[in-house]
């Protein structure tokens, strides 16, 4: 059997789903909701200890970090505006960009933004569709959203429910955005997994999905290891409700790294967490938990490893990537501690929860990652603030590789890895804890660069909109771009 094939009784059960799928996006401006945000989804609290709370405290006093919520940045960079969240209460994920407008995830759904003034953003429409993620992507008329929650359907009434049971279903939702304050739902893709994330490789008459998942705790017989590769789905523009799985290559046939007891403290691979494509350069990188991978895409449809590196020194979790301007690097980073811990501090160093910088040297095929340096926000941050490497994009800076990065409590950090063995941060923006005495989950989940402004989808804040004022960086000014999903990299050039 094929690993994107279901079993008898799951099949019957999307078909039936599929019948129904009418189903609904429920449109939060457009009336009451039809189905209820899951609690459980909000950000998780932790009582530290009475000692942690003290030094969190004496740190706020002796103004080595802002004080609760207080907002502090470097002198380049200016915050503009904050849009708190709205009827959507679930956690703030990923961002894209179309035109005029913000899409961001929330595991209750997603919210269209109009960002035609950046000093002042405005809700266009939120759709509450409750299932995490909620990672999401668009390509002309078309949204995609991810789903890697155990659900009792596929609708966007669904509930939670335990993954054991048979009705369970994980995967990819597919919307229309035609009518940008009416988005209809209209497809429904289960993969094996689920969704985690999702990587777009756009065609003019298709789009390619490119399905990230990996093994949980609590797991469908399916997203047990071992499991090796990924999800690849067709969409047809002209007939997005044909879309469906058409592969399902095996990226790592040896099983890809056992984590520990062979390899302490780092994951064992089982699936990719992120991928980033370069569609005008044939390429791909993953963030595939114990390894990171450089891709040949020349056929979309089929994926292929053309070279694979690991870090069992200081790589826990492989979690995302991002190539420079021209291909020639790519920055993996560590999700130390699932980005629930408080990881940037002197304790746990420099070089563990960081960025990986990679040079790919060579062509064709005997292309190689070489590593070169690591970078982390200098910045330390208190034991009540989950901070780890996330989500960020490039700053399409003439003769210059810079990035802007989410780091959770971390802020939102700039920094500039030209010279790959020596990156250095030249901007950031924070908050200060969100509490003195509870670990609370917060902070920037993504932050990227999209025609001039930053945009930030902070997790419990809402959505924030810098400005970066720097010579490194004003070159970028002049990029429009009529799109921009950050896993799909344009060629900037």
């Not at 920094?415 to 917060?442: A, K, N, Q, V």
């Not at 921009?484 to 060629?491: G, K, S």
Request: charged fraction near 25%.
């Amino acid at each position: 059997m094929k690993p994107w094939d279901r079993s008898p009784h799951r099949r019957r059960y999307l078909g039936a789903a599929f019948a129904a799928i009418g189903l609904v996006a429920s449109l939060l401006a457009a009336g009451p909701a039809a189905a209820t945000p899951d609690p459980g989804d909000a950000p998780r609290s932790e009582r530290v200890t009475k000692g942690q709370a003290n030094d969190t405290r004496s740190a706020i006093e002796n103004g080595e970090i802002p004080g609760v919520d207080e907002i502090v940045h470097s002198d380049n960079v200016s915050h503009l505006a904050n849009i708190p969240k709205q009827d959507l209460k679930g956690t703030n994920s990923d961002l894209a960009f179309q035109g005029r407008y913000a899409f961001a995830g929330n595991y209750d759904g997603f919210v269209i933004y109009d960002i035609s003034r950046p000093k002042s953003p405005k809700v266009v429409s939120q759709v509450l569709c409750p299932g995490a993620q909620n990672d999401v992507s668009v390509s002309g008329d078309l949204l995609f959203l991810s789903t890697d929650s155990s659900r009792n359907d596929n609708s966007c009434a669904s509930t939670t429910q335990p993954a054991t049971e048979k009705s369970s279903w994980e995967g990819m939702k597919v919307f229309d955005i035609s009518d940008i304050r009416n988005p209809k739902y209209v497809a429904a893709v289960e993969t094996s997994c689920g969704s985690h994330t999702h990587t777009l490789v756009p065609e003019r008459r298709n789009v390619y999905i490119y399905v990230s998942s990996y093994s949980p705790s609590e797991t469908f017989p399916d997203c047990r290891p071992p499991h090796d590769g990924i999800s690849v789905i067709k969409v047809p523009r002209q007939a997005p409700e044909k879309a469906a799985v058409v592969d399902f290559p095996v990226l790592f046939p040896d099983g890809g790294n056992p984590g520990g007891p062979t390899n302490p403290g780092v994951s064992q691979t089982t699936g990719c967490h992120d991928l980033t494509t370069f569609p005008d350069l044939e390429l791909a990188a993953g963030a595939c938990m114990g390894d990171g991978i450089l891709l040949d895409i020349a056929d979309p449809a089929k994926p292929r490893v053309i070279d694979r590196v690991e870090d069992n020194v200081n790589f826990a979790f492989w979690h995302s990537a991002t190539f420079n301007e021209r291909g020639t690097k790519v920055v993996f980073t560590d999700e130390l501690g699932g980005g629930g811990g408080a990881t940037c501090n002197d304790r746990i160093g420099p070089n563990r929860g960081a960025d990986g910088i990679y040079d790919i040297t060579g062509k064709g095929d005997r292309r190689k990652l070489v590593f070169r340096g690591y970078y982390k926000i200098p910045r330390h941050q208190a034991d009540t603030e989950n901070c780890v490497a996330h989500n960020g994009s490039l700053i399409p800076a003439k003769g210059r590789d810079i990035m802007v990065q989410a780091w959770y409590q971390g802020g939102v950090s700039i920094w500039d890895f030209t010279d790959s063995s020596h990156p250095e941060e030249i901007g950031y923006f924070e908050r200060g804890p969100l509490s003195t005495d509870t670990l609370i989950g917060g902070g920037a989940w993504s932050a990227y660069y999209y025609n001039g402004h930053i945009y930030s989808n902070d997790i419990a804040k809402g959505l924030d909109v810098l400005k970066i004022d720097d010579k490194r960086t004003d070159s970028a000014r002049g990029v429009r771009l009529p799109q921009l999903n950050v896993q799909t990299q344009p060629d900037y050039r």
